[in-house]
């Protein structure tokens, strides 16, 4: 089971770069490492997910070394709707007898400060 | 298009009340998920549809929990003799195709057990 953990919260000023890193010391060949996004009262949002190396779209990069044994998100420029808490899941593990073990993390709750 | 839709988005049971909740999900998505999010912690898994069939059921916490899809589209998640524990949000995600892809979540539903 690949656990996850992540900072509880972290405090940025606008216009930052906030970095946020996800330790996975049990991932698996197979997994992806995915974030998500969450506002109050609502679902999880995707934001992006890799294998290795780095991946870059148009609101995040996520920076995966080859060991893959964690994984940093990292936001440009911050503004105060970037608060939310940010969720790394590692997975699909499968472990056989029809389990594919999708676990998130406890999340990190980022505040941007005016 | 439409997102995810969930109903009810809010409801209070008493102790040992039947509940169904319902997801409505992004038209031809094949693959469908419940989670369980209890208040400051992050989703847990509870089931995985692939179509109709239920592929993961290994996070319900109980019997009393049931979950089905029989149409490949809309599902319910039914909790018998409901109980304060069960009281959480239930999100449903929907995604294009298989575990590993982005999965789009709904609004949740705010179960409350009196």
């Known amino acids: 089971l690949a656990k996850t953990t992540q900072p509880i919260s972290m405090d940025s000023y606008e216009g930052q770069e906030v970095n946020i890193t996800c330790s996975h010391n049990n991932i698996a060949t197979n997994d992806y490492i995915t974030w998500y996004q969450q506002f109050p009262s609502q679902g999880p949002r995707f934001i992006i997910q890799g294998y290795k190396t780095k991946v870059t779209n148009e609101v995040a990069s996520l920076f995966i070394p080859a060991d893959r044994k964690s994984s940093t998100l990292s936001l440009p420029r911050v503004s105060l709707s970037d608060t939310a808490v940010y969720y790394c899941l590692v997975g699909p593990t499968y472990s056989g007898a029809g389990s594919y073990q999708l676990t998130f993390g406890k999340g990190t709750k980022l505040s941007v400060i005016p | 298009g439409a997102g995810v839709s969930q109903s009810p988005r809010y409801k209070v049971a008493k102790r040992g009340q039947d509940v169904a909740l319902r997801c409505d999900p992004i038209s031809g998505h094949v693959s469908l998920f419940w989670y369980q999010q209890a208040l400051g912690q992050g989703p847990e898994f509870l089931t995985y549809f692939q179509n109709e069939a239920q592929l993961d059921k290994s996070g319900l916490p109980s019997d009393r929990f049931f979950a089905e899809r029989p149409e490949g589209s809309v599902s319910t998640l039914k909790i018998q003799r409901t109980q304060q524990e069960d009281s959480a949000v239930y999100l449903c995600?929907?995604?294009?195709?298989?575990?590993?892809?982005?999965?789009?979540f709904g609004p949740g539903t705010r179960l409350t057990v009196t």
């Open positions: 995600a929907s995604s294009l195709s298989g575990v590993t892809s982005e999965q789009y």
